[in-house]
Nanobody
């Protein structure tokens, strides 16, 4: 099994920054992508960004390009989401997830393992 633990959420004013972390443990895969999704009440989880673990290629939703940066620390099996120039519409619960044997997937259904989520609230 795979365990994912997110941290770093909180309350921030518009224009501010936050960094989320997601530590992975357990089973490993030869090829996989780690992604971040965002969910608001009554809506589906939306793709935010992803990183291919081997090689480090990154993928972003248009709404966060230029403001969010995903990175990884191989030694710590941890992925980070640095969010800057935050907007109220960035508010939501942020989930990290793993898509085994996938490269750069933006599709929710490709992700088999999920963390518990961390709340990010951006006030105007």
């Amino acid at each position: 099994q795979v365990q994912l633990v997110e941290s770093g959420g909180g309350l921030v004013q518009a224009g501010g920054s936050l960094r989320l972390s997601c530590a992975a443990s357990g089973r490993t895969f030869s090829v996989y992508t780690m992604g971040w999704f965002r969910q608001t009440p009554g809506k589906e989880r939306d793709f935010v960004t992803a990183i291919r673990w081997s090689g480090g290629s990154t993928y972003y939703a248009d709404s966060v390009k230029g403001r969010f940066t995903i990175s990884r620390d191989n030694a710590k099996n941890t992925v980070y989401l640095h969010m800057s120039s935050l907007r109220p519409e960035d508010t939501g619960v942020y989930f990290c997830a793993i898509a085994p044997l996938r490269v750069g997937s933006r599709c929710l259904n490709d992700y088999d393992y999920w963390g518990q989520g961390t709340q990010v609230t951006v006030s105007s």
